[in-house]
C-alpha cells in the first residue's frame, strides 16, 4: 500500500523520534507518527488546511516536496469519525483519545493492538488519511517531485479552519 506525502525539502520526510509535536490522531511524546493520504490531492489539501493557505497568490509561492510511501501491506484500522471530530484544534482531544483506545486494543471489535488506522481527512471531502504509528526505518519512500504546489483548483475543495 502506498500513501503520500508533502514536506518542506529541508527537513527529512518522516519523522524518526518521539519529539514530534501533537496531532490530529496522536498526543506529544506518542511518535513517531507519520500522517499519509491516500491521494496527491489529499496530501496537499492537508498542507493548505494546515498552513491556513486560502488566496491564489499565497498557493504561487509555496514549493514543496511530494513522496509517495510504501507503507506495506498490513491493514488499516478504519476510523469513524463524524462531521465533529474534524474541525480544527478544538477536535484534537477526541481523535487522540480515539486513537489511543485502538492502538491500546481496546475496541469492541478487536483486542488487537492496531499500528495504523485511516480516517476521513478533516481538509478534503472524500480523501483518507493514514495514519502510520512505526520507525521510519519500516518505510520506505521515494521523491515524486521536488519544489512542487497543488493545483490551484484544489484550494477552492479544501475544507478550510472555520468552513462547514
Known sequence: MIGFRQVDG???????????????????????????ADSPDGAW???????EIVDIDDLATSRRQMWVVEIGSAPAVGVCAPAAMLGGA????????????????????????????????????????IVVFAPAAELTGWVAADAARPHPDLLDRVRHYGSS
Open 90 to 129: 478544538e477536535t484534537y482531544p477526541a481523535c487522540q483519545e480515539e486513537s489511543r483506545r485502538l492502538r491500546e486494543g481496546d475496541s469492541h471489535d478487536s483486542e488487537v493492538r492496531v499500528d495504523r488506522i485511516a480516517a476521513p481527512s478533516a481538509a478534503l471531502d472524500g480523501a483518507v488519511v
Open 10 to 36: 529541508r527537513f527529512p520526510f518522516l519523522w524518526d523520534s518521539s519529539a514530534q509535536p501533537a496531532g490530529r490522531w496522536h498526543h506529544e511524546g506518542e511518535g513517531p507518527v507519520h500522517y499519509l
Open 45 to 51: 489539501a492537508e498542507f493548505l488546511r494546515h498552513e
